[in-house]
């Protein structure tokens, strides 16, 4: 496997991984419930799991970084596209960081890693949306997919940019309502990556078929 496909399949592992995180790892801590904890307390520092969680958040982000790579060498045919890359590579940066900063106990954050952890677990959301924009407006100038003879692109990304936010949203602002943090939590990460598992794929496919000689 040469270096451009394993970085285009990165994006397909790091959303593999996130599903270990959102999914089975949390039956390892007692008590754990994945419809209402968020995913962060697992890896809190009172938890069973931590260690085992922030390396699975490590992996995850330097995965989606390396990705952001194969972006930026396999996907773009304007500037909004590279820009777009360079925000997935930030992403996965930022998204690395959480492995390191772990949130306080219970994750009720009072002390400076606790607040690092805040600020670094909520940015990869933020740079990811604004990655997805760029892209969204590479599609539209023809760019990308559109490129490659795949003219449906542009809408598949705000179909799930649209469900990210409706998920997002309800996580956020409508927790007292809903009671279900840790499900819409997962949601509103997970939809974004499985996106992300989506292009890896095509993008793989499309670089398969070029080396075949089709179209």
Request: hydrophobic share 50%; with cysteine.
């Amino acid at each position: 496997m040469n270096i451009d496909k394993f970085m285009i399949l990165s994006g397909l592992i790091s959303f593999l991984i996130f599903l270990i995180i959102a999914v089975p790892l949390g039956f390892f801590y007692p008590g754990y419930d994945q419809f209402t904890d968020v995913i962060s307390k697992q890896g809190a520092v009172d938890s069973p799991i931590m260690l085992q969680t922030n390396i699975l958040f490590f992996l995850m982000g330097l995965f989606l970084l390396f990705f952001g790579f194969g972006l930026y060498r396999n996907y773009p045919k304007y500037l909004s596209g590279k820009i777009g890359s360079v925000f997935i590579i930030l992403t996965g940066l930022s998204a690395t960081l959480v492995g390191f900063f772990p949130c306080d106990a219970g994750c009720i954050d009072v002390t400076i890693t606790g607040e690092i952890h805040q600020f670094v677990s909520e940015l990869p959301t933020i740079l990811a949306a604004i990655g997805l924009i760029f892209f969204i407006i590479e599609e539209f100038r023809g760019g990308g997919f559109k490129s490659k003879g795949r003219n449906h692109w542009a809408y598949i990304m705000i179909v799930f940019i649209l469900a990210a936010v409706i998920t997002g949203y309800i996580y956020l602002e409508m927790d007292n309502i809903t009671r279900m943090d840790g499900l819409f939590q997962r949601l509103a990460i997970g939809i974004p990556l499985a996106l992300t598992a989506l292009v890896s794929l095509t993008l793989k496919n499309l670089k398969s078929n070029k080396g075949k000689g089709k179209v």
